[in-house]
């Protein structure tokens, strides 16, 4: 059976802001411990250095991301022999189509799961800004975010073997053009024909609650194709937490555990995410001030 081709817009990133808490690495030796008390020298503090640093300066970083395509690139073979092997939970299968017949897809986020944005994110820590929607479309206009280490070599692994990969991404719509090329520059596969489904892609008989949520979006790839993986860097892009509260994204990751590592790969983000609002109850009204501070309290002393 043929695949219908699937295509729709894309969208804007529910790329957040930024930060992350200094933390000594406590491999590094207490050489390396910030002094309490000491004062602060050079240039200005912002929430997010460490964790776009990581990204972007640490062989562990590029380490991590291999370690996931490799695993699955092992993985491709054992989901493509099993017809009964699916990647989307039963309840959006179920909600789909049936498996029967469907060619094999594989879905993918864009951001920070294929490509990497962290020049984007840099340029907000040196400018001490956060992100924002204009800030945003311009960086993706430049279509010079380069690629998640590995993703190319898994996904051409993936295309060579007859895969669609499905882009399922919370780009805008407006982005498309600029995001396709991006990804074809890079190298990932756009063939046999571009699968991209961004937000305010409609999706027949579905609605939810917002438009960065993916559900019906994977329903419409999942009444597609049989979905042998899915990749991303944040629990909604496999399926939704019932709300983004941290007790709820740990029980949607401790309800699939099994799934983790062989239908489901995620990647590193420590940069922004639904787990940074999570623990501000979701206020981004609230000041820069304010969120640091209900982070700083997130903290766990003990455990
Ligand atoms: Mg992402």
């Known amino acids: 059976m043929r695949a219908t081709p699937l295509f729709a817009s894309l969208l804007l990133a529910s790329l957040s802001g930024c930060q992350s808490l200094p933390v000594a690495d406590p491999d590094a030796g207490a050489a390396s411990a910030p002094v309490a008390g000491s004062p602060v020298e050079g240039a200005a ?4 250095l460490n964790a776009v640093l990581w990204m972007q300066r640490s062989a562990e970083y590029r380490a991590a991301a291999r370690t996931v395509f490799q695993a699955a690139t092992a993985g491709l073979d054992a989901a493509l022999d099993d017809p009964t092997w699916d990647a989307l939970v039963p309840a959006e299968r179920a909600r789909a189509a049936p498996l029967a017949g469907l060619p094999p897809a594989i879905i993918v986020d864009i951001d920070e799961t294929v490509l990497d944005n962290s020049p984007y994110q840099a340029r907000m820590v040196v400018d001490g800004n956060e992100f ?5 479309e311009a960086w993706v206009e430049e279509r010079r ?3 998640v280490p590995g993703a190319v070599a898994f996904a051409q692994a993936a295309a060579a073997r007859g895969v669609q990969i499905v882009y399922l991404s919370n780009r ?8 396709l090329a991006n990804l074809r520059q890079v190298g990932l596969p756009l063939s046999p024909t571009p699968v991209f489904l961004g937000t305010g892609t409609v999706v027949p008989g579905c ?3 917002s438009s960065s949520d993916k559900t019906c979006r994977r329903l419409l790839a999942g009444r597609s194709y049989r979905v042998l993986m899915q990749f991303g860097d944040q629990v909604g892009d496999f399926t939704a937490p019932a709300a983004n509260t941290p007790a709820a994204r740990e029980a949607m990751v401790d309800g699939h555990g099994g799934w983790f590592g062989e239908r489901w790969w995620m990647l590193p ?13 979701n206020a981004w009204d609230r000041t820069r001030g304010q969120r640091r501070e209900a982070k700083r309290d997130a903290l766990l002393l003990s455990r």
């Open 45 to 48: 503090a912002h929430d997010n």
């Open 172 to 179: 805008t719509a407006a982005s498309g053009e600029a995001t």
């Open 145 to 147: 975010a380069p690629a």
């Open 269 to 281: 983000n420590p940069t922004y995410g639904g787990w940074e609002p999570a623990v501000f109850d």
């Open 207 to 209: 609605t939810q609650s």
């Open 132 to 136: 924002d929607d204009t800030s945003w």
